[in-house]
């Protein structure tokens, strides 16, 4: 959705090591914000996106007006299930994933890739587009690549830029949990405990907490065991008015 960061940069680098070809969609969704969400405000910054992709020789940018996307009459949508209802983002914000689906699709369909470059941070979100492409059909590899972090482990996202300055040094902690219950479960630790522990060490630093929860990494189904893989955790919090999320497998 534009904002490029080094993350977003790091599948630009991954796709030009895969594809003879690189195509960058950039497109501010508005089917994916809820009404009281960020949509207006979401940060745009199309001249330095056109100069870092420039400077990464992409062969084409694909950044479609609402108006393309989203014409007079446009009536259809992508409904979404599997890892899309699982309690996690969908418990927050139950319009994003068709949202997402419904303009993914349009995008693939219009760019018809042979492979399309995802970051694991959004992990619910590359699951399920994941499905999205398999169920409908559509010719496309999808492929994750790692969360690119800071120095200090917060992963990288546009939002960031919505924290104070005493909020970003707060905000390595949601990493620092996630990596703490990690350990903790490897060594065998109790489940509930162990998350009922990372969800107080994100109180106690100032985070509001939507989850933190362990999931099968791969349909995202809840587990009941420390031993059960393989397991993902993910978190979602805010940090004053920001929303932050991350994962990390164990």
């Known amino acids: 959705m534009g904002a490029l960061h080094h993350g977003h940069l790091a599948l630009v680098q991954q796709a030009k090591k895969r594809a003879d070809r690189v195509v960058v969609s950039i497109f501010v969704n508005p089917t994916q914000f809820a009404p009281t969400e960020d949509l207006a405000s979401y940060p745009r910054t199309w001249e330095a996106d056109l100069a870092a992709l420039r400077a990464l020789e992409v062969d084409a940018i694909w950044a479609p007006s609402v108006a393309a996307m989203y014409p007079v009459g446009f009536s259809t949508r992508v409904a979404t299930a599997g890892p899309a209802l699982v ?31 995802f970051g694991e941070k959004d992990y619910q979100q590359l699951k399920v587009v994941t499905a999205m492409a398999r169920d409908l059909d559509i010719p496309v ?50 489940l509930a405990a162990t998350l009922a522990k990372g969800r107080a060490t994100l109180e106690q630093a100032g985070f509001a907490v939507d989850y933190l929860e362990a999931r099968h990494a791969q349909t995202l189904a809840p587990v009941s065991s420390a031993k059960a893989r ?17 994962n990390i497998g164990v």
């Not at 990690?182 to 065998?188: D, I, P, Q, V, Y």
């Open 230 to 246: 393989p397991m993902r955790l993910l978190v979602a919090a805010k940090l004053g008015r920001t929303r932050l999320i991350d």
């Open 87 to 117: 309690g996690l983002e969908d418990k927050f914000r139950p319009h994003f994933f068709g949202g997402v689906c419904t303009v993914v699709a349009k995008l693939l369909l219009q760019a018809q890739p042979d492979l399309a470059i």
């Open 141 to 190: 590899k999808i492929v994750g690549v790692p969360t690119v972090r800071e120095k200090d482990g917060l992963a990288l996202s546009s939002r960031n830029t919505y924290l104070s300055a005493r909020e970003r040094e707060i905000a390595p902690t949601l990493q620092r949990a996630l990596r703490e219950c990690a350990a903790a479960l490897k060594t065998g630790r109790p």
